[in-house]
């Protein structure tokens, strides 16, 4: 009894020294217990937040005035600490701004669990990470910053009353964020030119004998690169910390869904089953799929065959926009004969795989079609495979030449692979949506294949191409089997219609447990 009083005391001190600041290092993992659905509503919210983050970084010039009520309007919704809120955290706002912090700090913790394991998620954690901090500091009052930098040792070198007197113009010469007024009340930090390169770059800061002069109101950079630095090297340990970890079986799927996750809706079923015909398919290919369908679409009407990979992604997909099972089995069967497949073989070794898909074999489990997050961060394709993001898979040339081959501007083009070398495949898919579809702005944030086949639809006309008939009992549509996993509301119609979010569905268990039954033939 003692023993837990005691822990629990040193919790409460724990946190309190941990949330006595609204902005945080994350030096300290948390101690405290938490349910798994505090676990992952907390590491779902902060991955919003990050999304929004790198969305508003690509749209808007970072800390430009869009930009920061944009993330201002965010933060709030989603709960994390705010700075007009920085107290001690108990004192003007009560518990709930202890508790955003509190959520700020685990959240960050989870994610990293989440985020460590390859290099590709480490750079996007660590990236949108290190831009969510910036804002957050650069938006502190004076006050709070340097309280900050105090509370977190980070104590750089300041220069004398003498030597700033002595350097006076070249200081002010050298930034312009400071005049002949002002430089006698600010400090000036001292540092290694090396720790402040984004300044030097941009010759904000007066250099002298390899030392980088750099008034207060820049210290942010020099704070994010020791957070960058910081970060980094808890992700590189974290990570050798993960065979642990990914033994427990209730974490492991958990965190495995959260680094594929996608935040929107289930586009596992859609009202519109049953109202595309399998003719509409060329037409709606070639004016509402993403590149990555289109792709595998036109992939299959050449080879009459698509591997693995690709008839996970393309077949799922397909269910998403509407078709039924006997037309999917239609639609394969008919493109396999073509090429190598006998009638035979397919209902042998092709049908149940595409029954399964629709959970009609197996465990029963109603599959959902892949969100961009899925494409892009797992199997990539190999030689003779077509599935994956041509955004992020395909080498730059062959991708400027499908972009050509689809009538894309030059400066479309060169927009899109800008896009593509900063990291941003969904930003480029985006573009190239707007491009196609001669709008300016797209007005959703692309996170799945299925949403641009929607989202074009809607612009297109509401629909109108796919073929309007009462909604037929659905062949191949059985009532829910006893069994059938996919308890998920409905997603939204082709037709058009919002949906309210729908929970995140844990689709690294459903897609992984149907990989198993796809082989190869
Ligand atoms: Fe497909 Fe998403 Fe890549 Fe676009 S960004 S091509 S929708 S995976």
Redesign the pocket.
Known sequence: MQFISRRKKLIANHQAELYGHCLQFYGQPPLENISLSEFETFAVERLKLLKTVENLGVSYVKISEQYTKKLEVEIKNLNFPYRTEADDGKSQSGPSEYEKRRKDHISHFILRLAYCQTEDLRRWFIQQEVDLFRYRFSDLPAKYKSEFLHRNNLQYDTIGADEKKSLVDKLVNSSYAVSGITVEDQDFYRVPFQDALDLVRTRKVYLKAGYAYIPHQEIVSIVLNDFRTRLSKALALTARSLPAVQSDERLQPLLNHLSHAYVGQDYSIQKSVGKISLEQIDGLAAKSY????RQLHQALRENHHLRHGGRMQYGLYLKGIGLTLDQALQFWRSEFVKGKVDADKFDKAYAYSVRHMFGKEGKRTDYTPYS?MK??LSNPPSQGDHHG????HSDPELLKQKLQAYKVSPTGISQILELVKGMH??LA?QKYFELTHNVEDAGFS?S??NQ?FIESQKLLGGGKEIKREADPPQRGQDPPQKGQENSSPRGAAVTGETPAQQPVQDVAEMTEDLDSFFQDA
Request: hydrophobic letters at 40%; one cysteine or more.
């Open positions: 993403p590149l990555c369908m961009c494409v892009i993001c041509p955004f992020r495949f969904q898919c692309l799945h294949p641009y």
